[in-house]
């Protein structure tokens, strides 16, 4: 075979079988630190900058103050591989809506049922105003007291709403504030003297100030929070509506008046319920932990100087430091007293000076609150398009201008149009600017800075409407004009020295 020369060329050696070598043992354990530290190192002299191997041992134990300038300073491996921490200028959140976590559905429609009912809370009074004055033989100056004790209800409120709401949870925290809005409602409807109603207002104000923030901050802080914000407030002009058209009746047909209010006491019923179970595991859903989880550092950072968390004294004086704060309180204040005032005292303007029945009149006011209901419904969808600062401002000029035809159209239908109209462009605002002041403030002084903005609110709500029935009483019921007007101008001027809004994402 032609291999055996073939090998043979190649010249092949045979060695020995190749045996596999011994194995070394090696040491069970390594060295110490105390004989690594033993090992001398050789000295190879000066370092570019003269610094020597001695002189680099003998700064390695000395602290960053401690060392002179231009000594030769040992750098730490770690320090030169490990990148710098970013440092966190804000809280970042998981923006939830409508539909996502599943039961926001229901939370929302809690929401828009609890505000139905301060939508009929606040606009009945209108309409009942007459038949208290006949009932208990007061003038405008005394009936306003009402407004007076609603608005030291909110005033209340205000310091307490956040402390109330973290001890309670959510859920806890509005079933209580329908608790006493239903206290209040008992003592009106048994008829009692006027100073128990008053105190009945002081309830009454306490318990919409509760819920007001609670579900003005939830809404705000949904996706799309314009057009839910819309909603809720469309389902407050619904109530505002329906309640002088049923009051009106029931006082037309003679019905005592202060038999309305058994509805609304079952209506109250009805919210303590529907609230209590949409909201009652909503700390514990996932997407509000961890967004909860997310403001932590934030608020670690705004912890005072002992290193302690901020009390909610300190939450709430924080807020009270934030220009959107008290530029939305002011704002929110003229709204809502411009609005109140227009409810409550247009009717006795067009029975004074336009010689309006008194039982059909009442029917303006919910024109008034109709407009309100379809604006909020409406024109909220062309916010986000338009910008919420510019859409407000073109909305707030249009009220000025039908504020006027109210006041110098000589008939009572004109009168009722231009009201109308006047709500159907006021309504949007409220929704709109609520949403422009949570995007505006910081996460963790949202609960309490919403809860000082509405409290103004009701403020106003309650001060314009004392003052324009005592100044009604002096002079006339037609200072509700120059009073509206005056409030609307505020608000423009409020609107236009808010802070600059960032783009936000969701």
């Given at each position: 075979?032609?291999?055996?020369?073939?090998?043979?060329?190649?010249?092949?050696?045979?060695?020995?079988?190749?045996?596999?070598?011994?194995?070394?043992?090696?040491?069970?354990?390594?060295?110490?630190?105390?004989?690594?530290?033993?090992?001398?190192?050789?000295?190879?002299?000066?370092?570019?900058?003269?610094?020597?191997?001695?002189?680099?041992?003998?700064?390695?134990?000395?602290?960053?103050?401690?060392?002179?300038?231009?000594?030769?300073?040992?750098?730490?491996?770690?320090?030169?591989?490990?990148?710098?921490?970013?440092?966190?200028?804000?809280?970042?959140?998981?923006?939830?809506?409508?539909?996502?976590?599943?039961?926001?559905?229901?939370?929302?429609?809690?929401?828009?049922?609890?505000?139905?009912?301060?939508?009929?809370?606040?606009?009945?009074?209108?309409?009942?105003?007459?038949?208290?004055?006949?009932?208990?033989?007061?003038?405008?100056?005394?009936?306003?007291?009402?407004?007076?004790?609603?608005?030291?209800?909110?005033?209340?409120?205000?310091?307490?709403?956040?402390?109330?709401?973290?001890?309670?949870?959510?859920?806890?925290?509005?079933?209580?504030?329908?608790?006493?809005?239903?206290?209040?409602?008992?003592?009106?409807?048994?008829?009692?003297?006027?100073?128990?109603?008053?105190?009945?207002?002081?309830?009454?104000?306490?318990?919409?100030?509760?819920?007001?923030?609670?579900?003005?901050?939830?809404?705000?802080?949904?996706?799309?929070?314009?057009?839910?914000?819309?909603?809720?407030?469309?389902?407050?002009?619904?109530?505002?509506?329906?309640?002088?058209?049923?009051?009106?009746?029931?006082?037309?047909?003679?019905?005592?008046?202060?038999?309305?209010?058994?509805?609304?006491?079952?209506?109250?019923?009805?919210?303590?319920?529907?609230?209590?179970?949409?909201?009652?595991?909503?700390?514990?859903?996932?997407?509000?932990?961890?967004?909860?989880?997310?403001?932590?550092?934030?608020?670690?950072?705004?912890?005072?100087?002992?290193?302690?968390?901020?009390?909610?004294?300190?939450?709430?004086?924080?807020?009270?430091?934030?220009?959107?704060?008290?530029?939305?309180?002011?704002?929110?204040?003229?709204?809502?007293?411009?609005?109140?005032?227009?409810?409550?005292?247009?009717?006795?303007?067009?029975?004074?000076?336009?010689?309006?029945?008194?039982?059909?009149?009442?029917?303006?006011?919910?024109?008034?609150?109709?407009?309100?209901?379809?604006?909020?419904?409406?024109?909220?969808?062309?916010?986000?398009?338009?910008?919420e600062k510019r859409f407000v401002a073109g909305l707030t000029a249009g009220v000025v201008g039908f504020q006027l035809l109210a006041w110098f159209v000589p008939n009572i239908i004109g009168g009722a149009v231009a009201v109308s109209i006047l709500g159907f462009l006021l309504g949007p605002i409220y929704p709109c600017a609520t949403t422009v002041?949570?995007?505006?403030?910081?996460?963790?002084?949202?609960?309490?800075?919403?809860?000082?903005?509405?409290?103004?609110?009701?403020?106003?709500?309650?001060?314009?409407?004392?003052?324009?029935?005592?100044?009604a009483q002096a002079v006339g019921a037609f200072v509700l004009h120059p009073i509206c007007v005056g409030f609307f101008v505020v608000m423009i001027g409020c609107w236009v020295g808010l802070p600059r809004m960032q783009k936000r994402t969701e």
């Open positions: 075979m032609l291999s055996s020369p073939f090998a043979g060329g190649l010249g092949l050696v045979t060695h020995q079988p190749v045996t596999k070598p011994a194995s070394v043992r090696s040491h069970e354990r390594g060295p110490s630190i105390e004989e690594l530290d033993s090992i001398a190192l050789p000295d190879y002299g000066s370092t570019k900058n003269g610094c020597t191997a001695s002189s680099v041992q003998d700064d390695a134990g000395k602290s960053q103050d401690e060392r002179p300038s231009g000594s030769c300073a040992v750098i730490d491996a770690d320090d030169v591989s490990r990148p710098q921490s970013p440092v966190a200028t804000g809280a970042t959140t998981i923006a939830p809506s409508f539909w996502y976590p599943a039961m926001n559905k229901w939370r929302v429609l809690a929401a828009c049922l609890i505000y139905f009912g301060n939508g009929i809370n606040d606009a009945v009074n209108g309409a009942l105003i007459p038949s208290m004055e006949d009932q208990y033989n007061i003038g405008y100056a005394i009936v306003s007291m009402i407004f007076v004790a609603n608005a030291a209800g909110f005033i209340l409120a205000a310091p307490t709403s956040n402390a109330i709401a973290s001890a309670l949870g959510r859920a806890k925290c509005l079933m209580l504030s329908e608790t006493i809005m239903i206290t209040g409602y008992v003592i009106i409807a048994c008829t009692p003297p006027f100073p128990a109603v008053v105190i009945a207002y002081l309830f009454l104000g306490f318990g919409c100030a509760l819920n007001l923030a609670l579900n003005n901050v939830f809404c705000a802080n949904l996706a799309n929070a314009t057009v839910v914000l819309g909603m809720a407030h469309g389902a407050y002009g619904v109530g505002g509506t329906v309640a002088p058209i049923m009051a009106t009746a029931m006082v037309s047909n003679g019905i005592l008046w202060s038999r309305f209010f058994l509805i609304t006491i079952g209506l109250r019923v009805a919210c303590f319920f529907f609230a209590g179970w949409a909201f009652w595991n909503y700390e514990k859903e996932g997407i509000n932990g961890f967004n909860n989880s997310l403001q932590e550092p934030l608020t670690r950072r705004n912890t005072t100087s002992t290193g302690a968390e901020p009390s909610k004294l300190q939450v709430l004086l924080r807020a009270l430091k934030n220009r959107t704060t008290l530029i939305g309180a002011l704002f929110i204040f003229a709204y809502q007293g411009a609005e109140v005032s227009e409810s409550g005292w247009y009717i006795s303007y067009l029975i004074d000076y336009r010689q309006g029945d008194p039982a059909k009149v009442g029917y303006v006011t919910a024109g008034f609150w109709a407009g309100i209901t379809l604006g909020r419904f409406i024109l909220t969808h062309f916010a986000s398009r338009v910008g002041f949570a995007r505006l403030l910081p996460g963790n002084l949202q609960m309490s800075a919403i809860a000082f903005i509405t409290t103004a609110g009701s403020s106003g709500g309650a001060v314009v409407p004392f003052t324009t029935g005592i100044l």
